[in-house]
């Protein structure tokens, strides 16, 4: 007979099984929950809206400067993608504004 079952019930010594484990119970583990705005992230999200609307890059950076990737570290690689486009977009338009202006 051996040790099958052994991973959910703990034999008594008395003969008795007792449940460690109840398989109804199930609770959502950290990685286990799908992310927000369609599964990808909000920072990954925000990286790729902010191609039409560069406002969203820096509500992402806002985002990653308040650790809000403490939350669900998943979505830290997107938070900072978005940090780092929302600087590009900045020294782009630093270098536009000071081209035009002088």
């Not at 008395?14 to 959502?28: A, C, N, S, V």
């Not at 992230?41 to 403490?70: D, Q, V």
Request: glycine letters at 8%; hydrophobic letters at 45%; charged letters at 20%.
């Amino acid at each position: 007979m051996g040790s099958q079952g052994q991973s959910y019930e703990h034999k008594d010594h008395d003969g008795k099984y007792t449940l460690i484990r109840d398989e109804d119970d199930f609770r959502w583990g950290l990685y286990d929950r799908p992310l927000p705005c369609f599964g990808c992230g909000i920072g990954w999200f925000s990286f790729l809206l902010g191609f039409l609307c560069p406002l969203m890059w820096y509500y992402a950076t806002a985002l990653y400067f308040s650790n809000y990737y403490r939350k669900d570290p998943r979505e830290r690689a997107g938070l900072a993608a978005s940090a780092i486009a929302a600087l590009i977009c900045t020294v782009a338009a630093f270098i536009i504004v000071a081209a035009i202006i002088l």
